[in-house]
């Protein structure tokens, strides 16, 4: 079974900063099955990035997803206030799991 | 615009089944996979399965006795039925079109 690690726990940045979120995977996946989605309270999830790089349609380009094999990486270029939020990592092959979420704090 | 709205008790009785039924709207169920997911208090998000328009379904296997979904295209409704719950069934439960449309979740506790 894949278990995916995101890091860090929680990110405390301020509006306008650099944002780096980790997603180590515990063996190597594809990265066409890898991808970022953002959760708030009482909202649905919302897909940013899928295939570990293709941002969803409408989402911003501030939004950049990353990497392969093991290590996924997505980076919010420049914090906007509705950036606010948990971020999780989703591996959607033959099963799917998830990581453990990122918490991204003002 | 395509939304997809999750029905059901949000209180459920201990080794009783859990009926959940997601509506879509502004879309056909043709041709996707509909998913079904469920995120406990505290831990991460869990995949229960998912099922093709055509009623081809594909369970977690740690779920597999437990979970069976089924579609309903004249309504166009995905099920999900989860039987002998614990306390350990509460969660937000979510249905979504494949992985990339997710409805907004509902809570479900399991307790007497």
């Known amino acids: 079974e894949i278990v995916l690690t995101q890091s860090p726990g929680t990110l405390s940045l301020s509006p306008g900063e650099r944002a780096t979120l980790s997603c180590r995977a515990s063996q190597s996946v594809s990265g066409t099955y890898l991808a970022w989605f953002q959760l708030k309270p009482g909202q649905a999830p919302r897909l940013l990035i899928f295939g570990a790089s293709n941002r969803d349609t409408g989402i911003p380009d501030r939004f950049i997803g990353s990497g392969s094999g093991t290590d996924f990486t997505l980076t919010i270029s420049r914090l906007e206030p509705e950036d606010f939020a948990v971020y999780h990592c989703h591996y959607y092959g033959s099963s799917h799991t998830f990581g453990q979420g990122t918490k991204v704090e003002i | 615009q395509v939304q997809l709205q999750v029905s059901g008790p949000g209180l459920v009785k201990p080794s009783e089944t859990l009926s959940l039924t997601c509506s879509v709207s502004?879309?056909?169920?043709?041709?996707?996979?509909w998913s079904w997911f469920r995120q406990p208090p505290g831990k991460r998000l869990e995949w229960l399965g998912y099922?093709?328009?055509?009623?081809?379904?594909n369970y977690n296997p740690s779920l597999k006795s437990r979970v069976t979904m089924s579609v309903d295209t004249s309504k166009n409704q995905v099920s999900l039925n989860l039987t002998s719950v614990t306390a350990a069934d509460t969660a937000l439960y979510y249905c979504a079109r494949r992985f990339d449309l997710w409805g907004q979740g509902t809570l479900v506790t399991v307790s007497s």
């Open positions: 502004g879309d056909s169920l043709s041709p996707y996979y």
């Open positions: 099922i093709y328009f055509s009623g081809t379904p």
